[in-house]
């Protein structure tokens, strides 16, 4: 599976920025959908994550509140719809993919494939 992401950018403190990911095949809508972020010389974290259902969501508590993770299945798409942005909520973004899910939504060796990352600054 291949991940494609984009939506990266420059932004304002308190702005939005609306993030995608499409995979490249159908088999995309049985698999758990995650977005992970790495800042300038810091570890890769999580920050949210979707099962098959689109009523199943996870989400870190730095943006609970401020993020929203979604898909489209017959688009073969996650989105990541972020706002009131923050400076350090400045990083490459990455999207992944996790075949065979296990339960543990917020680790990196839960998922199987990676998008290349996109990257989003935001200014104070």
């Known amino acids: 599976v291949q991940l494609q992401a984009s939506g990266g950018g420059l932004v304002q403190a308190g702005g939005s920025l609306r993030l995608s990911c499409v995979a490249s095949?159908?088999?995309?809508?049985?698999?758990?959908m995650g977005w992970f972020r790495q800042a300038p010389g810091k570890e890769r974290e999580f920050v949210a994550a979707?099962?098959?259902?689109?009523?199943?969501?996870y989400y870190a508590d730095s943006v609970k509140g401020r993020f929203t993770i979604s898909r489209d299945n017959a688009k073969n798409a996650v989105y990541l719809q972020m706002n009131s942005l923050k400076p350090e909520d400045t990083a490459v973004y990455y999207c992944?993919?996790?075949?065979?899910?296990?339960?543990?939504?917020?680790?990196?060796?839960?998922?199987?494939?990676w998008g290349q990352g996109t990257l989003v600054t935001v200014s104070s």
């Open positions: 992944a993919a996790d075949r065979n899910y296990s339960g543990n939504y917020n680790l990196i060796f839960e998922y199987d494939y």
């Open positions: 095949e159908r088999a995309f809508n049985r698999y758990v």
């Open positions: 979707i099962g098959w259902s689109v009523a199943t969501t």
